[in-house]
Nanobody, 124 residues
Framework: QVQLVESGGGLVQAGGSLRLSCAGSGRTFSPYAMGWFRQAPGKEREFVAGLNWSGGSRYYVDSVKGRFTISRDNAKNTVSLQMNSLKPEDTAVYYC?????????????????WGQGTQVTVSS
């Protein structure tokens, strides 16, 4: 069992930055690929960024490429999402996710563990 707890959300103006963190407890992080999803009001939860077991492979959806950076520290059981040049359309609840497969690409059905979510609001 892996427990995931996100932090770092908040309110920021367009063009600003936020850094989300996800701390894991229970089993060690290292066998799991880690990722971030987001869900805006009235919309489906969507995959944003992922990182494989070793951290050598990253995946970003087109809408965040060049603005978001995912990283992990297996020694500390943490994964982070640095979000720069934020836009109002990035407003959503952001969820940390873990999957027990060596791939940086995530699909909803293959996620093994979820965090509780953290709100990110970008004002225009």
């Amino acid at each position: 069992q892996v427990q995931l707890v996100e932090s770092g959300g908040g309110l920021v103006q367009a063009g600003g930055s936020l850094r989300l963190s996800c701390a894991g407890s229970g089993r060690t992080f290292s066998p799991y690929a880690m990722g971030w999803f987001r869900q805006a009001p009235g919309k489906e939860r969507e995959f944003v960024a992922g990182l494989n077991w070793s951290g050598g492979s990253r995946y970003y959806v087109d809408s965040v490429k060049g603005r978001f950076t995912i990283s992990r520290d297996n020694a500390k059981n943490t994964v982070s999402l640095q979000m720069n040049s934020l836009k109002p359309e990035d407003t959503a609840v952001y969820y940390c996710a873990a999957q027990y497969r060596d791939s940086s690409y995530f699909t909803l059905s293959l996620v093994d563990y979820w965090g509780q979510g953290t709100q990110v609001t970008v004002s225009s």
